[in-house]
């Protein structure tokens, strides 16, 4: 049995920042009998740090008795209320998590913090939507470079937002919600838009394209080329993407793409995890 001061001091080897140190406290566990940490890990598993989480999912797994990373990630879209953007946010960092087991969420989300504060240091308080979206756009666009990835638009990494961030390339979709988790940091009510075979994003009444560097986008012209002559329409009403719809579509384009690769195995757990996803709201 474990006390409180010993829990503590196991669960701090485990946050370490150093890789190889926390590698050799994993691996020096493993080396033990299942049963005298058992309790522990899974009590660790279900820690809210990411670091201590992945570890101790680590050594369940290497013990043979952990849950499986498809049993954890159908929990998270079930336990997901896929009311806000920054619930769809949770389920991009749970898919990768998914998809590369050792996922150290804090360094990819720090990025987005990073890049809402430099948008913030260029803009003013009072700055109407058009100059909001030319800060996300100097800083993402412009500085950092995102755009969509036309050289190889059907490669999966395209739907996952950790590659996305570390190529600045992916899908109009995931392009578009760097742009919308930068926004909604600083408070701004950016959202996502799905028009019809393409995703942009929007902000009051003004669109802009992430893929092709954050352009702005002419709403009219946008209607006219869908056939929509009602002037009391408008983008935002007709196309707006909520965070659930959009969840569907990252796992839809990964579906296509893995479909196109042959990738049986990874097509069945994607089907999987969409169909939990489609139960999530029934």
Not at 33 to 62: G, H, T
Not at 148 to 164: I, M
Not at 177 to 185: A, S, W
Not at 211 to 240: S, W, Y
Request: with cysteine; hydrophobic share 40%.
């Amino acid at each position: 049995m474990f006390d409180q001061i010993q829990k503590r001091a196991l669960e701090s080897l485990l946050a370490e920042d150093d890789p190889k140190t926390k590698q050799l406290v994993v691996d020096q566990l493993c080396a033990n009998p299942a049963e005298k940490y058992q309790s522990v890990m899974q009590e660790f598993s279900r820690s809210a740090n990411d670091r201590v989480r992945e570890c101790a999912l680590e050594i369940l797994s290497r013990w043979g008795c952990g849950t499986s990373r498809m049993e954890l990630f159908l929990r998270a879209i079930r336990q997901n209320p896929w009311e806000s953007w920054e619930d769809l946010e949770r389920f991009s960092w749970d898919l990768c998590e998914f998809e590369r087991g050792r996922f150290d969420k804090k360094t990819y989300s720090t990025c987005l913090d990073e890049w809402a504060a430099r948008v913030q240091r260029i803009v003013p308080a009072d700055a109407n939507a058009t100059r909001r979206i030319l800060a996300l756009r100097q800083v993402l666009g412009q500085e950092e470079g995102f755009r969509g990835n036309v050289d190889d638009y059907y490669h999966p990494d395209n739907s996952y937002l950790d590659t996305v961030i570390d190529d600045r390339r992916g899908l109009p979709l995931t392009v578009t919600l760097v742009y919308v988790f930068v926004g909604r940091r600083l408070g701004w009510d950016v959202c996502g838009i799905g028009v019809p075979s393409h995703y942009i994003g929007g902000l009051d009444r003004v669109l802009f394209d992430p893929f092709h560097g954050g352009v702005l986008i002419d709403e009219a012209q946008t209607l006219a080329h869908f056939k929509i002559h009602n002037p009391e329409c408008d983008c935002l009403h007709l196309f707006k993407s909520t965070p659930y719809e959009t969840a569907k579509r990252i796992m839809a384009n990964l579906l296509k793409a893995y479909a196109l690769v042959e990738d049986e195995e990874r097509c069945k757990r994607i089907n999987q995890a969409l169909e939990e996803l489609l139960a999530a709201r029934k």
